[in-house]
């Protein structure tokens, strides 16, 4: 009994051995032919090279798929790689097959595209089945039927529904199977598939025959065999004969049984089919068994082994010549892969270069006309300056005497300014000094009982108050300080530009190194009043506690800037 509802895989029918010419042959034949016929010619071609040649066919396809991915085209990549998945489940490599599988499943899924995702869920959900993993395998039919379904795809959906009902049939499940089988032949008439509608015939003869329904079974493989012979499908019809035998081994119809399985002998050697012709050489022996004849069943046997330990041999290297031939071309490819890179590297290493030595020669040539002209130049300067040397010597040396002289009168008038400004100064205080005692005096005259004085007294007392701080001879003192230290307030309005005339005029004395009683006495003003007036000019311009406010004072660089407004002091 053959149950070929799911893609089983095709055994090649030729051995390794072949000319490389014919496969070359071949090989030329299916790319004239996909020129000339098209498409759906080009195929079959492709099946049968597939079959004979595999490791030819995997090679022919790598290069589509390289050219593909060179001109990054994902889709023409998923198809190629799904036909290398297909090529190696018919040779047997199931885990190879997966991984392909895989791969083209993952771009179809992100080009959503939805006809080429079913179709390779049910490509993988077949391998699945073949690798004994039956739960996988209708995970992926069931997505695909999913697909199926919005998309009303009645020749997916049949085959989708035959492959979901011949896992139920491994599963003796013939219940769900038969459910299934039934849909996917009301889908396979719908799409008016004949190809997939043989297949769904057989299906159904062989759940009858597990369930010993052996009329309805004998129903459905007529039905099948009719349309493989309209088909001209002669392997079709060889595993529908086989089955039909068994049909009527099983029922006691030994002779009927016997004419089939020798026409699917025949039928078998005329296409080189030994699968199909191993098939057969068992149904004969068992018949042969059955009709207690075992000399000819043991030779039937024997001939059917013989043909199974030379399908097994040729099968065997085939698939070992694929699976080195995968694995040379992933070597190769992993060989390119690395050549690109190190080509990529070496043309990097060898650009920088090329760069590296054009700038350092333009860097040499720049360097080297640089000095040149510096040379020239100098040579050049060196004459002028050879010229006029005499001529500036003198000049210098009479302008070193021009300015001694101006250094000597500077000097002069710096300590002529600077001894009008201490007489200045000791001027103010003595007046202060009288102007406070006159205060004093006052006071004490205010404290007298004679009601009459006070008034007079009390606005004496408030002008003497008031000439501390309107008295002219500060403008005397602010002219004369600024001859001695030019830009020395515009240096400090710069930098604390929140002093006020009273913080200025402070700074001055200080400047001038002056002691606190007479700073007092030139302010106006008490010792515990001039050392919160301190006290707040360290705050102003930021002094930490410890510093020395006379020394930073002393410590100001004076330079010319731009004058901001002046402010009185």
């Known amino acids: 009994m053959c149950h070929v509802s799911l893609h089983q895989p095709k055994h090649p029918v030729r051995l390794l051995s072949e000319s490389w010419l014919q496969r070359l042959f071949l090989l030329l034949f299916f790319i004239v032919c996909h020129l000339i016929t098209g498409r759906a010619q080009s195929l079959i071609i492709a099946e049968q090279v597939n079959h004979q040649y595999p490791d030819s066919a995997f090679r022919l396809i790598k290069l589509k798929l390289d050219k593909a991915v060179s001109q990054h085209n994902e889709l023409a990549q998923g198809d190629y790689l799904q036909q290398i998945g297909s090529l190696l489940y018919h040779q047997g490599s199931y885990v190879q097959a997966i991984d392909y599988l895989l791969q083209a499943q993952k771009i179809f899924r992100n080009a959503n595209d939805e006809h080429r995702l079913a179709n390779n869920h049910n490509e993988l959900g077949t391998v699945y089945y073949y690798n004994e993993q039956p739960d996988r395998a209708l995970t992926q039919f069931t997505d695909a039927l999913a697909y199926y379904q919005r998309s009303r795809n009645a020749k997916g959906l049949a085959q989708t529904y035959a492959n979901i009902g011949h896992i139920y049939e491994k599963r003796r499940d013939a219940k769900k199977a038969y459910q299934y089988q039934k849909q996917a032949l009301v889908h396979s008439r719908i799409a008016n598939d004949t190809g997939s509608l043989t297949k769904i015939y057989e299906n159904l003869g062989s759940i009858f025959e597990d369930e010993a329904r052996y009329d309805s079974a004998h129903s459905y493989y007529q039905q099948a065999l009719v349309l493989t012979q309209k088909t001209h499908d002669g392997i079709g019809q060889i595993e529908i004969i086989n089955n039909l035998g068994d049909v009527f081994r099983k029922t006691g119809r030994y002779k009927q049984g016997m004419a089939l399985s020798q026409q699917a002998l025949q039928l078998s050697q005329q296409k080189n089919e030994r699968y199909q012709l191993s098939a057969a050489l068992r149904d ?53 892969a690395q050549l690109n890179a190190q080509k990529q590297v070496d043309l990097i290493i060898i650009t920088a270069t090329c760069v590296v030595l054009l700038l350092i020669g333009v860097l040499a040539f720049v360097i080297i006309s640089r000095q040149r002209l510096k040379i020239r130049n100098e040579q050049a300067l060196n004459q002028q300056n050879q010229q006029i040397f005499s001529t500036q010597n003198e000049l210098m040396r009479a302008e070193l005497k021009n300015k001694q002289l101006e250094e000597e009168n500077l000097k002069g008038q710096l300590e002529l300014k600077s001894k009008e400004l201490t007489s200045h100064t000791l001027q103010i205080i003595q007046k202060n000094q009288v102007l406070e005692a006159i205060k004093d005096d006052l006071a004490v005259i205010l404290k007298d009982d004679k009601r009459d004085q006070k008034k007079q007294l009390r606005q004496l007392l408030e002008k003497i ?43 001055a004395l200080l400047k001038m190194n002056i002691n606190s009683a007479d700073v007092a006495t030139l302010l106006g003003i008490s010792s515990d009043s001039l050392r919160v007036s301190r006290y707040r000019l360290r705050k102003k311009i930021g002094l930490a506690e410890g510093e020395s406010l006379s020394a930073y004072i002393h410590s100001v660089s004076v330079q010319r800037l731009p004058a901001p407004e002046n402010s009185p002091v």
Not at 295 to 315: N, V
């Open 465 to 507: 108050g008031q000439s501390f701080d309107r008295d002219k001879y500060w403008d005397d003192f602010r002219r004369i300080f600024d001859q001695i230290h030019p830009h020395f307030f515009e240096q400090l309005a710069h930098q604390f530009p929140d002093l006020t005339p009273t913080d200025l005029r402070l700074i």
């Open 284 to 336: 004969i022996a068992k018949t042969f068994r059955l009709l207690n004849q075992p000399d000819s069943a043991y030779k039937y046997i024997e001939l059917s082994r013989d043909l199974t330990d030379e399908i097994y041999a040729i099968e065997n290297n085939r698939q070992i010549t694929l699976l080195q031939t995968l694995f040379d071309v992933e070597r190769k490819d992993s060989e390119i």
